[in-house]
Each structure stands twice: as structure tokens, then as C-alpha cells.
């Protein structure tokens, strides 16, 4: 590297890990050749988009030469609606990715410290880093946040605890009661982010949304997206919903325009669609218990999943599995990235989907 690089730069990018996306189809078409190609990777939805933000969206294709409503007055508002808040409690983002970070900018100086499990979403490690935050990583218990240990790990410099639930790879959730607990002996200025990106597939009766804390407590920030259920992952949109102070503080370095027109467009539609979303949750719920029983079959454990997508062991080298897997044209998620060697997380997909990855993975382990 150029020396003036390594000298100018900010520090901190230097001890970034790369994001690990999942592989896109075309790139896999590229390397190997192969046209049937089914991605279980990135936890999409297999019904695609709903069919109302399509709509949406290519009734807007003619405006798209006017900069959008940089406040997104309309979505806020059938937001608001949908949510039971005020407007000014909600803030849209291009992505909650992009939420996640605006959050770090905010909140974060260089020596601050955040809290998140190991393994969940690399999004957190990322931007806190990229502010120069220091990282504590609390291992899971069973597959599941360790609250107690977040709590004790929890000091003089700690500003952030992410809490993704349902959790991203495992797909466990929080319980109320876990949650009414934590909640009551977290310090009143402590931030507690609650990633919901999948909670629209929770099924479980015990699981409580960072919503139902907000009144009560003024540090809880609850981020959302329109990517998963809603398949809008290509628009980028996300919302953050947080106290109206909390909101106006994340605003004020938010880039004007940062969420685009179709976005907005199509994530409103897409709220109103309630059919794709009652469908989507269904596909998913028969989905996983189709994989459930095909995986205990094969005598392969996983995890319970409440989202969409599932952790399980496949007793060998999950890079060999990814490969050949990959190689018959099924992209799915290693586990070592994630600390566990012989995991693999794949998407639940459509039925069509979900019998090639069984059959495939049959012949890959010969069971
Ligand atoms: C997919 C995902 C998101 C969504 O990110 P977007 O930027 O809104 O697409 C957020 N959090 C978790 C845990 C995810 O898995």
C-alpha cells in the first residue's frame, strides 16, 4: 500500500472485517456456469416483492427526475398509523443498515464501547467500529442472547446494547419475561437497539417487541426494515423507531435525500398489502416445518428458528458443504463466519426450493 495511505487514512478502518455478503446469482452464473441457480443466502422473501409495491413503484418510474420527500411525510404517516406512534418518533433510512450506522455517528466517540452477542448481524461490530468504538462480544447461551451476561458487561464507557431479536444466524428470540428483566437493570442511559428485522415471522407466544418498551423506557431505539418480509431489499428502505429527542439527534446528520422515491413508494404499498403478508408467513411457517422434519430425518440438529431461515449442523466442514452445494447450484450461509465450523444457515424457501435443498444436501452428505 501507498504509505501516504496507510498514514492518512483514519485508524479504524484498518481493523475492519469485510462484510461477507451472500453470493449474488449472477456471479455464481459467471464462475461456474450454471443457469438453475436458487439463492438461500440472504434470507429474501421467495415470494418476491408484494405484488402492490410493484405496482407502486412503476407508477412512480415517471417522476423519478424529482428529489424525493426527504422526510417521507406520507410513509410516516401511514407508518405512524400502522405502528400506533407519532411521526416524530420514526425515522426512514436507506436500509437499516444505514440507521444502524447514522446511530453510531451519532452516539459514538472513539473509546465508547457497545455490547452485542457472538454470533449475530456483523452490522453492529461494523459501524461501531468504523467510529473507533470498542467491542464486546457476549457468547450466546444455547444458541440464545445471554442477557445476564450483556448485563454484567455493561460499564463506566459502555453507550449501545444491540439486542437482535429474533437473532441473526440463530433465529432465537428474547422472551418477555428475559426482556422485563433486562430492561428494568439496564442504566437509563445505556442504548438499547432492538433489531426486529425478522419479528414479522415470530411466531412464538413469549416474544415481546422493543415497541412495547418504548413509553416507558427513552433509550430503547427499535429498527426495522421493508427487506425481509416485505422483499423490498433491492429499494433499500429501513425505519427506526425511538423517542422523538433520540430521532431529531439521529436527524441531524441523515443526509437529506437518503431514502429514494421508489423506496418510499413501494414500502407503503407494501404495508397495505395484506395478503402478501399473511401468504409470506404462511410460506415461511410450512417451509420450516418441511425442513424441520427433513433435517431430523437425516439425524442433523438445529436450531428452532422464529424467523426466517435456519442454523444447523451438518457434522463436516461447512466450507466443503457451501462448495458443493454451490457446485448444483444452491447458495447458502457458512456457519464459520460465524464461529461455527460445521454450520451452515439457509433461507427457508418456497416448496420447489426447499425439496432441491433437501435432496441436494442429501447427496452431498450421502445420507
Ligand atoms: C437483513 C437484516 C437487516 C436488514 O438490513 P437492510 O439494510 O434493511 O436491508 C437488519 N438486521 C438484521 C439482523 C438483518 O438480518
Not at 87 to 95: F, S
Not at 287 to 297: A, I, M, N, S
Request: charged letters at 25%; hydrophobic letters at 40%.
Amino acid at each position: 500500500m501507498q504509505d501516504f495511505i496507510k498514514r492518512q487514512a483514519r485508524p479504524q478502518i484498518f481493523n475492519l472485517k469485510p462484510y461477507t455478503p451472500g453470493k449474488p446469482v449472477d456471479e455464481v452464473k459467471r464462475e461456474l456456469g450454471i443457469e438453475d441457480i436458487i439463492k438461500m443466502a440472504s434470507n429474501e422473501n421467495p415470494l418476491g416483492p408484494s405484488p402492490l409495491a410493484v405496482q407502486a413503484v412503476k407508477e412512480s418510474l415517471d417522476s423519478i427526475h424529482v428529489y424525493p420527500d426527504g422526510n417521507c411525510f406520507y410513509l410516516k404517516q401511514r407508518l405512524a398509523d400502522f405502528l400506533g406512534v407519532q411521526t416524530n418518533q420514526l425515522l426512514l433510512g436507506n436500509g437499516s443498515d444505514e440507521l444502524l450506522k447514522l446511530l453510531v455517528e451519532t452516539f459514538i466517540n472513539p473509546e465508547d464501547e457497545v455490547i452485542f452477542a457472538s454470533p449475530t448481524f456483523s452490522e453492529y461490530e461494523f459501524t461501531a467500529t468504523i467510529m473507533g468504538a470498542k467491542c464486546k462480544a457476549v457468547p450466546l447461551l444455547n444458541f440464545k442472547h445471554d442477557l445476564p451476561a450483556m448485563l454484567a458487561a455493561i460499564g463506566e464507557q459502555s453507550k449501545i446494547i444491540y439486542l437482535c431479536n429474533p437473532n441473526n444466524p440463530t433465529g432465537t428470540i428474547m422472551t418477555r419475561a428475559e426482556m422485563d428483566g433486562f430492561m428494568a437493570r439496564v442504566p437509563k442511559d445505556v442504548l438499547v437497539v432492538f433489531d426486529e428485522a425478522y419479528f414479522e415471522y415470530v411466531e412464538s407466544p413469549d416474544f415481546v417487541q422493543g415497541v412495547d418498551y418504548l413509553s416507558e423506557y427513552p433509550n430503547v431505539i427499535v429498527s426495522r426494515t421493508f427487506s425481509k418480509i416485505y422483499g423490498l431489499a433491492g429499494l433499500r428502505i429501513g425505519y427506526m423507531l425511538a423517542h422523538p429527542e433520540i430521532v431529531d439527534a439521529v436527524k441531524r446528520i441523515t443526509e437529506p435525500f437518503n431514502v429514494n422515491h421508489l423506496a418510499q413508494v413501494g414500502a407503503r404499498a407494501a404495508l397495505d398489502d395484506h395478503q402478501h403478508l399473511r401468504a409470506s408467513r404462511k410460506i415461511n411457517a410450512e417451509g420450516k416445518v418441511y425442513l424441520y422434519r427433513q433435517l431430523e430425518e437425516m439425524g442433523l440438529k438445529y436450531v428452532p428458528s422464529e424467523a426466517n431461515f435456519i442454523f444447523f449442523d451438518t457434522g463436516k466442514d461447512c466450507q466443503m458443504v457451501f462448495r458443493e452445494l454451490l457446485s448444483r447450484g444452491v447458495i447458502v450461509r457458512t456457519g464459520d463466519i460465524f464461529g461455527y465450523p460445521t454450520y451452515i444457515r439457509v433461507t427457508i424457501g418456497n416448496p420447489e426450493q426447499n425439496e432441491r435443498f433437501i435432496k441436494t444436501l442429501q447427496e452431498i452428505l450421502k445420507i
